[in-house]
């Protein structure tokens, strides 16, 4: 009977936790976005100031519109010249010109439509020859570097760590020792954020006997290698 509740439960806390973690997540987020975008909001136009409950979600849907709508009119001569002007602007700042040209043209890069940045996942040697990492491929060493490497094909790659992604590290390697994976960049990120538990869609977990065998059989070989 415990065997079966205990059974139980891990099925049921295998289905709720990764439900309850997404829908938490999605609430936060709502909730910081509302807290920049409402106070902006006329209270005419804000239903909060008329209804009983919150509704939440609703600066979100504003800031949304609103992001829309500036780009859609910075794509005339009119935006495009206001933009441009309000650019000149922050140039002439020094510590605020510094920031907003990194911040630009880091988001051209990744967000543009015709951008490979990030969307290839690939192995290299690290931290030292025999052991492989997984990492995302940003770019191709450009300007100075590439002088420096000597002509060299160089790729830029972003290694992040487990658990968190959000950090990492950014290496130069050479082409020819970068192994391109054809998996996706979403599951390379699931294996990193898993420890290697969760694999690409197809693979399934190994059972513990696995797992023992293909151990044992790599000691075994590298004995049989070593007399």
């Not at 829908?23 to 936060?28: G, N, Q, R």
Request: with cysteine; hydrophobic share 50%; charged share 20%.
């Amino acid at each position: 009977m415990m065997v079966k509740l205990r059974t139980y439960f891990l099925t049921g806390f295998v289905i709720c936790a990764p439900l309850a973690i997404t829908i938490w997540i999605t609430w936060a987020f709502m909730e910081w976005v509302d807290s920049w975008v409402k106070p902006y909001i006329p209270a005419r136009y804000d239903p909060d100031s008329y209804l009983f409950v919150s509704v939440p979600g609703f600066g979100l849907l504003v800031a949304l519109v609103l992001i829309t709508l500036i780009g859609f009119l910075t794509a005339n001569l009119v935006g495009r010249t206001i933009v441009g002007w309000g650019e000149r602007l922050l140039g002439r700042m020094p510590l605020v010109r510094t920031l907003y040209t990194a911040l630009k043209q880091i988001f051209e890069t990744v967000f543009a439509d015709h951008s490979s940045s990030f969307k290839t996942a690939a192995l290299i040697e690290y931290p030292r020859k025999g052991l492989w990492s997984i990492a995302l491929v940003a770019t191709t060493a450009k300007g100075e570097l590439i002088e420096k490497f000597d002509g060299r094909e160089m790729l830029a790659v972003f290694l992040p760590p487990t658990p968190n992604p959000t950090s990492g590290f950014l290496i130069y390697v050479p082409r020819d020792e970068v192994k391109i994976l054809d998996m996706r960049v979403e599951d390379a990120m699931k294996l990193i954020v898993s420890a290697g538990i969760v694999g690409p869609e197809g693979d399934r977990v190994l059972t513990q006997v696995e797992a023992s065998k293909l151990v044992a059989e790599e000691a075994t070989g590298r004995k049989e290698a070593a007399e």
